[in-house]
């Protein structure tokens, strides 16, 4: 059985083993009392009938070709995920290592109902232009109260992706001060030369990445797989 854990490339099982797998996982397993589930249940092939069928509805609206399959995120719970056709499945992508404690987690889940988590994600705050005025008091109570030692400062993103590009930008920004020094004023020339992206303005500066990793899919993070 192939597995692949690498982000952005699906699930735990690639498409293809599944089908060796399903007389393995196709009885059903009963749900615990909290709603998580004690193991995978695989009823049929994944992509199933209704995750193809959407499939098919979604490619005449927009790309499908990273679609693997569709998922009932309500019935999901804890590190199982649930397909549009019942699958249960465990899942080690977790969106993208984005919900370390699972779906539907209860606390999770209380934060988001709260009516300031409400307001905020109905504001869409443009944080480093007007961040909330309680902003400061939940980076500290937040990300800062688990930093690694001798980390006291924060850069919030929106994705892991842009945080991959604004790591670039500010490495860069921080090696041309210490290039030039202090301080760090644009003339003209830099000004007209960066517009077409040519030195001095665009200086020759490169990133080091390593063949295979994931680094997001936005223009300056992809790189071939």
């Known amino acids: 059985m192939s597995v692949r854990l690498a982000a952005g490339r699906g699930l735990l099982f690639q498409r293809r083993a599944f089908s060796s797998i399903n007389s393995a996982l196709s009885v059903d397993r009963p749900s615990s009392v909290d709603g998580s589930y004690e193991g995978p249940a695989v009823k049929t092939p994944v992509p199933g009938p209704k995750s193809k069928d959407l499939t098919k509805q979604m490619g005449e609206v927009m790309e499908t070709g990273t679609v693997h399959f569709f998922v009932d995120y309500n019935r999901s719970h804890g590190n199982y995920v649930v397909d549009a056709d019942s699958n249960v499945i465990l899942d080690l992508y977790t969106q993208i290592a984005s919900i370390p404690l699972g779906y539907n987690h209860p606390s999770v889940k209380n934060v988001f109902s709260k009516e300031s988590s409400l307001v905020t994600l109905a504001s869409r705050p443009a944080l480093g232009i007007n961040p909330p005025a309680d902003y400061v008091r939940l980076l500290k109570d937040s990300l800062i109260s688990v930093a690694p030692s001798g980390m006291n400062e924060v850069t919030t993103m929106m994705c892991g992706a842009c945080a991959v590009e604004n790591a670039y930008k500010s490495a860069f920004i921080w090696y041309m001060t210490k290039q030039r020094g202090e301080p760090l004023t644009p003339d003209s020339e830099e000004f007209k030369t ?22 997001g899919r936005t223009l300056g993070s992809h790189k071939p797989p």
Request: glycine fraction near 10%; charged fraction near 5%.
């Open 194 to 215: 960066a517009l077409y992206n040519q030195p001095p303005g665009s200086p020759k500066l490169s990133v080091l990445s390593f063949l295979g990793a994931f680094h």
